[in-house]
């Protein structure tokens, strides 16, 4: 089945330990992204690839990192997490960044807690 | 810069009504044009796309059509189920912005039986 995976999906964690959410895709896609889900304000992205060693962050990348060294997986690494860090966070991937193959497929979300 | 607004929710709806849910857009360039349904718990799915003027994206019953004249892409459904009851998320991507999303702020519908 064709899909976008995520782990862990739920995590609690304190102010200052990292962490890291993995994110994978079966689907071949060249393109992945991050995007985080706040209420009142939408889905908002983080980070994106557009290929692999290829990474630019998104509109809210402060304190997030990310690395893309194959081309099915796009972690997201959070050095020393904050309590302003919690939030409901999605991996996306398309085929391509542009173009007719642009719609971009999404996992099922981690809600990460920073006490 | 780019942005979408969508109506507030939540939309109340009683099973077979139509459905419209309005969406326009602002956006520094020819986005392509996209509907993203949330179900509780769930991720984002892809419900549909329109990538020029004109186009009509269409599935599972819903449609919209990408109108250039007025920067609308407003969903809409003749019927809606119990099952369609949701949070719609209408969203725009430029080619040459990284095929970020914008996204409006999400409009939940419930139907009632």
């Known amino acids: 089945e064709a899909q976008v995976t995520q782990n862990p999906r739920y995590l609690i964690t304190v102010t200052g330990k990292k962490l890291t959410v993995t994110c994978s895709q079966n689907m071949n896609h060249e393109y992945m992204s991050w995007y985080r889900q706040d209420p009142g304000l939408g889905l908002r992205q983080i980070y994106y690839?557009?290929?692999?060693?290829?990474?630019d962050k998104g509109d809210v990348p402060e304190g997030y990192k990310v690395s893309r060294k194959e081309k099915r997986n796009f972690p997201l690494i959070l050095e020393s997490p904050s309590p302003n860090q919690t939030s409901l966070y999605f991996c996306?991937?398309?085929?391509?960044?542009?173009?007719?193959?642009?719609?971009?497929?999404f996992g099922p979300g981690t809600r990460l807690t920073v006490l | 810069g780019n942005s979408v607004t969508q109506m507030e929710g939540p939309v109340t709806l009683s099973e077979e009504a139509f459905l419209t849910i309005n969406c326009t857009y602002t956006?520094?360039?020819?986005?392509?044009l996209f509907w993203y349904v949330q179900y509780p718990g769930e991720g984002l799915q892809l419900l549909l796309k329109?990538?020029?003027?004109?186009d009509k994206g269409s599935n599972k019953g819903f449609e919209a059509t990408y109108r250039k004249e007025t920067t609308s892409f407003h969903l809409e459904k003749g019927s809606v189920q119990v099952s369609d009851s949701a949070v719609y998320f209408c969203a725009l991507t430029l080619n040459n912005a990284g095929n970020m999303l914008t996204f409006g702020g999400g409009t939940r519908l419930m139907v009632k039986p």
């Open positions: 996306a991937s398309s085929l391509a960044a542009g173009g007719e193959y642009n719609e971009q497929f």
């Open positions: 956006a520094t360039g020819y986005p392509s």
């Open positions: 690839s557009m290929n692999v060693e290829v990474t």
């Open positions: 329109a990538t020029k003027a004109d």
